[in-house]
């Protein structure tokens, strides 16, 4: 043995000069590493020879396979595909389609397009083996399956495939645009090509989604058939079988192991036809959405907002509502029908500057008590605060909505946008009624704690002492059922206190504590259903926000009340 | 109370140099004298916007490297440029850029960075040099943090794509055919700090560039590669090993200096029993405090947070007290967020910060400007890493100094005592293994997936038709008719390879310290039982560590983020086999070899050892299961004859000593970390059936470090018996042979004299570098 192998080349070849003369030895080392690495691996397989490239054997994989398959062979100048067509009846009117929230341009042939591929990523090593093209003649729907017979075939493959897709033809496909088109884009790329042209592409996921999804388990496109065309399949090859199917069609040669797949596969293209008669159905101009069960017109609604086409999308949702009763208990995204449609239609109305209606679709929602009453209530209060310019009521009505809000926490769904809105909402609100009450007047803080401490058998402790805050959070620790009330306070100082009077909007409660209690102020009902509400799973500390210019005391005899800790808070005009 | 007064940088360092316990330790001392700039006139091929840009920036020529860069380029040459921080290394990539973007818009280039900080960095520089030639240049990032919308526009219209190898490995390359434009234009690749790219990770890049190649060969481009490097022992075969290409060497630096003090101490020996030194940070930290009341601009680097946290301390707590200027010292690690980093990169440039404590994370060429002084707590760990910290200090007219404080490891040791490697000729050497069979079976997985392969084509240097037959066997790859080789399998190969480890089978690290759990790296099987065993100290990026546990079914470790004072040491029981010899021959009483080896080993105990001092804390058990390695070693065998009269306890403790500092001054010519590098005594190797060494490395198939050490034997065991001859302990330390024996035995009289057996002296057959 001698240090040759050790040595480094001086200088290492261009990968596309001659062999070196080294390269003997080094491949002879790499051979017994090789080996090596095999008895490692932990079920060692014998140790096949390598083998030399194998020369051609047999018919090319293109006769067979076309003959297991039943298809033919179209012969390219660099390689083969397998073809299948098959034909059926399925009048499509297609110029309603262009009435989608996606319009297809009627002039233009649609080509339906499913692909069978090697792996999920879209990657330079997955290849799509399977295309299927499903075309309209008149009344009748082709789909042509173009099969890949070996990987050298590719190039031949993409020809065909290319071929079949007229310039002006309008794609369909589900989940094509990120998926089926972008991967054989990729394969064209591969090969040094373009992409073959095509006039447009509809993607029927996104429309399935905000159509169908709300009554279907899932969104694949065999669910999406089944709940909306009523067909199931039976004997479908799972998808995620699909890739060892081919796999061992390739090691193997045995066409038949394919069958299953172009199956699969044409049933794909079947349903895109399918789904899209349902929503050719649907857009009948005479009376659009007569066929469509009321939450679809709701989904079909929202994807019209999603456009910009706010009259079609009013159409539907009106639709939606008067039909609402024909699906008893139907949810939308965990919400009754009803409510959900009503909120996209303010929402909507807002947006075309029809406010008046708008707010009384919020206040429905919000008197409706249901579970979207929060944000009705934050809507009401931006629209009463806003537009009608009564910053007390919109505060009131922001009160309602954290009610809400905190009863809708309590049972385990919190909503947290309504909560981060009210975050900011209420102490801006606080702050703009502070300022109009305040006048010039200096606010004369008084010492809360103490107050607190003196009322009755309650500890208070203020974090910080810090005049000019407009209040304090004190954290609470609730012993039983809290009897509190505010006491009617400085009487000759802050006068505006008394200048709202707010229900308690809590829910109803025995023993009734604050209940039906009119409070002088609206940080008392800021305080009140928070230290009330016995019937809420206890925390052990709450958070309750205090203001100064107002004292309270706990009346009630034994220590139900337990302030355990006082923080500074922000005055509200910082932010 | 003391008075400061302005002083020049030269007088704060002799006054520093003039405490007694300074003078003493000082090993070295040199004056670079100043240099001129080595001016050469613009190209008259230079595009006048771009010549215009310079002249608006003052610039009256090109340095010599820069022109030379520049003409190699434009005559279709790939080149190494190797020249110091800060000498306008950046501008001989981003000028024949622009020149391509200027001549044809439709030219691409593609900057690898090893990290996120450098990518911003040069991104910002090109695009003001652009800015300045009135280019309107689309240059972006593609990184992890590039959002989804800004990455299909990079993808087609980026003219320079910023990026780094882990990106390129892992969603570029895989998805080439969304990269066309760029990979059918692309004119340059720049690989700039290529010296980090050495070890596994550097065999990595090696294939990710070997992909690369591959790549823009199939879209029909073949870009010119412009590698940098910070000045190592052998530039032009790290770039070659590195691209596959030859390479032209651009060395002669002509960027100007001022006068440049470089100091070497090494502090004294406070036991001397136990040949125990005073650490490096008391003698940083004084340094510092002379250049910082003198009022000069210092860095200061730690080897580590915690190091940098004392430092920081410390110097604060000494301007306090001396009424010093104390808020103008700031802290900077790796970890800060780039605002934070340019507040103190401005406020060193504006003179408002005047000394800076920082981890490695400056190392990497970012700029912050040029300061007066820069004091090194410790080794740095590598020749070059300490040039670029020193490069910090450095004005183009007034004298800077540098002073690098050794630390009481044998690595310091040994470079502090041969200073000649730091001003004379760096021994140090980047080794990769492209070749590594584990690094190169998943990229050819990955490359596979990519392109598929021809029969005969080549993958580096020889055809892969073996390895692809390999591949076959296994599933994922499928030779077809026509002879190609072709990905056939679900998985997405890019994702099983991390360029970091070599084999396919690691431990995650997952950080629970954070609001939530982040993956912050991973190891190989191998070395995870020593790194990340339950209550090992993990360093990851200067930080330390705590593995709270480890989940060896699942493979993962979980940390947290700890400062402490100490590191740990698992101590494995090793039993080696040889496996094929590659090489070998004699020696003086004895024989060397290299080959590849099975290394088992079971980790059996942990230390805990006070950093700076290596003071032993304490210890702990593991309990891991053994593992089998494959991977090569450098072996040293002993004549039985020449120690027939030696005692089995004292060969045991000669082969251990000899082996310890061989592996410290391997760690030193190879720039390899001393963990790479395992070391197991034999005092009768049941194989060879006699007294051996063996230094194995600790990755599986090695990284090429075996044969060199192979070929720098003579160098190795001169420099071993130096490192032990200089030594100031009685009887063997941690410095030098390691910890002293138990049994008292004279540790490093009995390895000196089985170095001198192991000595180059009879005419050998094979040739030792
Ligand atoms: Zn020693």
Sequence with gaps: ?575 | MRVYAPLGTAQALDRYLAEPDVTAGITARRTLPARPPDLCPFPEWLAPPLRGALERRSFRGLYRHQVEALDALRAGEDIAVVTPTASGKSLCYHLPVLQAVFEDPSARALYLFPTKALSQDQLAEVRDLSALAGMDLAAAVYDGDTPAPMRSVVRSAGQVVVTNPDMLHAAILPHHTKWFQLFQQLRYVVVDEAHTYRGVFGSHVANVLRRLARICAHHGSSPRIICCSATIGNPKQLAETLTGRSMRVIDRNGAPSGEKHVVVVRPPVIDERTGTRAGAGGFARRAALSFLRAGRQTIVFGRSRVAVELLLTGLREALRTGRGPLDRVRGYRGGYLPGERRRIEAGLRSGEILGVVSTNALELGIDIGRLDAAVLAGYPGTIAGTWQQIGRAGRRQEVSAAILVAGAGPVDQYVASHPEYLFRSSPEEARLDPDNLHVLLGHLRAATFEIPFAAGERFGAVPADDLLAFLAEEGHVRQADDGRWYWASENFPASEISLRVAASENVVIIDTGGPRPRVIGEVDLFAARTLVHENAIYLHESRQFHVDRLDWEERKAYVRPVDVEHYTQAELAVTLKPLETFAESALAAGGRAHGEVMVSSLATIYKKLRLETNENLGWGRIHLPEIELHTTAYWLAVDPAAVAGWRRAELDVALVGSGRALQTVASVLLMSDPRDLGMVAQVRSPHLERPVVYLYEAVPGGVGLSPRLYERHAELVRGARELIAGCPCRDGCPACVGPRSETGEDARGLARRLLALLKVERASPSRAA
């Design chain 1, 1 to 575: 043995m001698t240090g040759e192998l050790a040595r480094p080349p001086a200088s290492l070849p261009a990968m596309d000069g001659p062999v070196p003369a080294s390269a003997a030895p080094l491949l002879a080392l790499r051979a017994r590493r090789l080996e090596r690495l095999r008895a490692t691996v932990e079920s060692p397989g014998p140790a096949k020879p390598v083998p030399p490239v194998p020369a051609f054997a047999g018919p090319p994989r293109a006769w067979s396979l076309a003959r297991a398959l039943g298809g033919r062979v179209l012969r390219g100048t660099n390689g083969s595909t397998v073809v299948l067509e098959a034909t059926g009846p399925l009048a499509l009117p297609a110029d309603r389609l262009v009435r989608l929230p996606d319009p297809i341009d009627p002039r233009h042939p649609l080509v339906c397009l499913d692909t069978e591929t090697t792996g999920l990523g879209t990657g330079a090593g997955t290849v799509p083996f399977l295309v299927g093209l499903g075309t309209w003649d008149g009344e009748s729907f082709t789909v042509r399956q173009f099969v890949l017979p070996d990987h050298p075939d590719e190039p031949a493959f993409l020809d065909a495939v290319a071929a079949a897709i007229p310039a002006s033809g309008w794609l369909v496909s589900y989940n094509g645009r990120s998926f089926d088109w972008p991967l054989l884009v990729t394969r064209y790329r591969l090969h040094r090509q373009g992409p073959p042209a095509h006039a447009g592409h509809l993607d029927l996921l996104p429309i399935a989604r905000q159509v169908w999804r709300h009554r279907l388990p899932d969104a694949r496109l065999a669910s999406v058939e089944a709940g909306v065309c009523g067909i199931r399949r039976s004997d479908d090859l799972p998808g995620a079988l699909i890739p060892e199917r081919y796999f061992a069609y390739l090691r193997t040669a045995r066409g038949e192991l394919l069958r299953d797949v172009l199956r699969h596969n044409r049933q794909d293209v079947a349903s895109l036809a399918r789904l899209l008669l349902v929503l050719a159905q649907g857009l009948d101009p005479d009376s659009p959405g007569r066929s469509m069960p009321p939450g679809d017109l709701s989904g079909l609604g929202s994807a019209y907002v999603r456009r910009r086409r706010y009259d079609e999308a009013l159409c539907y949702f009106d639709g939606a509502l008067a039909r609402a009763g024909e699906a008893p208990g139907s949810l939308i995204r965990g919400v009754p029908l009803a409510e959900r449609v009503t909120v996209d239609r303010a929402r909507l109305l807002c947006r075309l500057g029809r406010h008046a209606e708008a707010s009384s679709d919020w206040r429905s929602i919000a008197q409706a008590g249901g579970r979207l009453a929060a944000l009705g209530w934050v809507q009401l209060a931006k629209h009463v605060e806003h537009r009608e310019r009564s910053p007390a009521r919109a505060y009131e009505m922001a009160m309602q909505a954290a009610a809400v809000a905190r009863r809708e926490r309590a049972s385990g769904s919190p909503q947290r946008w309504v909560e981060r809105d009210l975050e900011r909402r209420l102490p801006r609100l606080r702050g703009r009624l502070a300022t109009a009450r305040s006048d010039g007047r200096a606010t004369r803080p008084p010492r809360l704690d103490c107050a607190l401490a003196d009322g009755g058998p309650v500890e208070a402790r203020a974090l910080h002492d810090h005049a000019g805050c407009e209040g304090r959070q004190v954290q609470c620790s609730r012993i039983g059922s809290p009897r509190l009330a505010p006491r009617p306070q400085d009487e000759g100082g802050d006068g505006p206190c008394r200048q709202e009077g707010v229900t308690c909007p809590g829910p109803v409660h025995d023993p009734p504590c604050w209940h039906g209690w009119q409070t002088p102020h609206p940080e008392a009902a800021r305080i009140a259903p928070q230290v009330h509400a016995p019937l809420l799973p206890p925390r052990d500390h709450e958070l309750l926000m205090v203001p100064l210019q107002h004292e309270v005391q706990a009346r009630a005899p034994g220590a139900e009340i337990l302030v355990t800790g006082a923080r500074q808070v922000r005055p509200p005009h910082q932010g």
